[in-house]
């Protein structure tokens, strides 16, 4: 797979690098095929910042995005930067992938790099052989305070789904609901749902209520068919007493308990907003791509999801 994202990625900058940052490119993803000490290899991500401006975006086409995802179900490069893109190109660029020396380089460049180098350090997992050697260095991008960091290991990609255990697993997503990162942009979530995880979200909800504050509509995804009559008591306070995203989000959690009858009440009842969920969750459209319709960026520019 890794030579097929080597392709994707250099055909994706041959079609948008011009002039010098064209020739940049080339010349030095060759240099570090032929291998690169330390020192160099580190300098030269740096360098990517030269080239590329940090704010410019990839902008993948609908062709692109989809071949990324046949190439590694889960990949999802529409929001990555182009200097991110030329920095994975790079590091993709080097041909001891597999040996201990790239794990040792690729370690050392995280000591010394900032956050857009970070970024793009954490966006090549995925796309990595034998991932498992990089577990505890993913953990630590969980572990950060800084959002774009976090989410760049934990979105749009299928390495933690891949990789990590239940623990971590349950700690990435309950994160991810405090830093405010969207959780249903976490691939493979739908899959990896549990009981355990359920009933730390159903704490969560607790603790809020009992301090005054609204629930976040992503901690609904948690619960799937997880959490029993207390799952659905929480359901239900949410829809009588919740904001509109959490009524909204209520409703699809109630779809993916899959009680048909309590949504048919609903879409039969006097909240349009929840009406108008209960009949998408009726449909089938209550899955983690759901959520997209609560945040107000995605929701903008986003279609309608079908599962």
């Not at 360098?47 to 071949?67: C, I, K, N, Y």
């Not at 490069?77 to 893109?85: F, V």
């Not at 209520?209 to 359901?235: K, V």
Request: aromatic share 6%; glycine share 8%.
């Amino acid at each position: 797979m890794i030579d097929q994202a080597r392709d994707w990625l250099a055909s994706a900058l041959a079609s948008r690098l011009q002039g010098p940052a064209a020739v940049w490119w080339a010349s030095t993803a060759d240099e570090i095929a032929a291998g690169v000490s330390d020192e160099v290899f580190v300098a030269r991500l740096s360098m990517a910042s030269r080239h590329v401006r940090g704010t410019a975006m990839l902008a993948p086409t609908a062709d692109e995005t989809a071949q990324a995802a046949a190439l590694q179900p889960g990949w999802n490069p529409e929001r990555w930067t182009l200097q991110e893109t030329l920095r994975v190109a790079l590091i993709l660029a080097r041909t001891d992938v597999l040996e201990p020396s790239f794990v040792a380089s690729f370690e050392e460049a995280f000591r010394t790099a900032d956050e857009g180098e970070c970024r793009a350090l954490y966006r090549c997992l995925a796309l990595l052989p034998n991932g498992e050697r990089f577990v505890w260095r993913a953990g630590e991008g969980c572990r950060t305070n800084i959002g774009t960091v976090f989410q760049a290991v934990t979105c749009d990609s299928p390495y933690a789904a891949a990789h990590f255990d239940d623990v971590a697993w349950n700690q990435l997503c309950i994160k991810a609901v405090f830093v405010g990162a969207p959780l249903w942009r976490v691939h493979g979530l739908d899959g990896r749902l549990s009981a355990d995880l359920a009933r730390i979200a159903l704490d969560l909800m607790d603790e809020r209520r009992s301090a005054g504050r609204d629930l976040q509509p992503d901690l609904w995804l948690c619960l799937g068919s997880h959490g029993g009559e207390r799952a659905r008591a929480a359901i239900e306070l949410e829809l009588a007493q919740g904001p509109r995203s959490g009524r909204i989000a209520a409703t699809y959690a109630l779809g993916r308990c899959l009680d048909e009858d309590r949504l048919r009440e609903l879409v039969g009842g006097n909240d349009a907003d929840v009406a108008d969920a209960a009949t998408r969750a009726l449909a089938g459209q209550c899955g983690q791509d759901a959520w997209a319709l609560l945040d107000p960026l995605a929701a903008a520019a986003a279609p309608l999801p079908n599962r």
